[in-house]
């Protein structure tokens, strides 16, 4: 139980184009949804978190205009990359939570994004 | 700011020898601590926390984990690696009530 997808696994794209990236819970209602970038051979760095039906809280410089997020559904949370370019490329992994908090968090197998 | 550090970014151990990756905290208050495990193209796996009560910690796979407030360390260990223990792993840290810090991250390799 607790599996977390993410769709797709590995994207490349142009810069200047917009690329979605899917968090779903497979088997559980997730309250909470974490999104989360991590450079290569560095930590997990927390972007932001989301509630089903609420807007998302960013944290400290990251561009709310550049990555948005829609958590939709009790399970599924969208992160869209706006006007992507090279710098933006990195891994992106999400994590749900069926309850508010992040003591218990499930995390995706993350998305490799490339911007050329 | 709650903060963790992993001073290794590896670790080399042969298989059956003890394993353990160092993590040290720095928070204001009492620590909620969490050790991760990240295999190639999958997730992240939650392999213990503590939060409150005995220093010593069992979680998952068989690792454990001791919270030391003296040398405020949360060093995990595994008295007999495995070759499948290969990973990267990360300690964490709970910042507030909707953010985990983690530290850089530990690769582990274990060799038969």
């Known amino acids: 139980g607790a599996v977390v997808s993410q769709h797709p696994s590995w994207v490349i794209c142009k810069s200047g184009t917009s690329v979605k990236i899917e968090c779903r819970s497979l088997d559980f209602q997730a309250t909470t949804m974490f999104w989360y970038r991590q450079f290569p051979k560095q930590s997990l760095m927390l972007m932001a978190t989301?509630?089903?039906?609420?807007?998302?809280?960013?944290e400290q410089g990251v561009e709310k205009d550049k990555f948005l997020i829609n958590h939709a559904s009790l399970t599924l949370s969208t992160l869209t990359v706006t006007s992507a370019h090279p710098e933006d490329s990195s891994f992106y992994i999400c994590?749900?939570?069926?309850?508010?908090?992040?003591?218990?968090?499930?995390f995706g197998p993350g998305t490799r994004l490339t911007v050329l | 700011a709650q903060s963790v550090a992993q001073p290794e970014d590896q670790v080399n151990v042969a298989e059956g020898n003890p394993l353990t990756v160092k993590c040290t905290y720095s928070v204001s208050g009492n620590p909620y601590l969490f050790w991760y495990v990240q295999y190639p193209n999958r997730g992240l796996q939650f392999l213990l926390k503590y939060i409150t009560g005995d220093n010593l910690v069992k979680g998952s796979y068989g690792f454990e984990a001791e919270f030391n407030k003296s040398q405020t360390s949360f060093h995990l260990k595994k008295p007999s690696a495995l070759v499948s223990d290969s990973a990267l792993y990360f300690c964490a840290v709970r910042e507030g009530e909707n953010k985990l810090s983690f530290g850089a991250g530990t690769t582990v390799t274990v060799r038969a």
């Open positions: 989301s509630n089903e039906g609420s807007k998302a809280t960013y």
């Open positions: 994590s749900a939570s069926p309850w508010s908090g992040v003591d218990t968090q499930y």
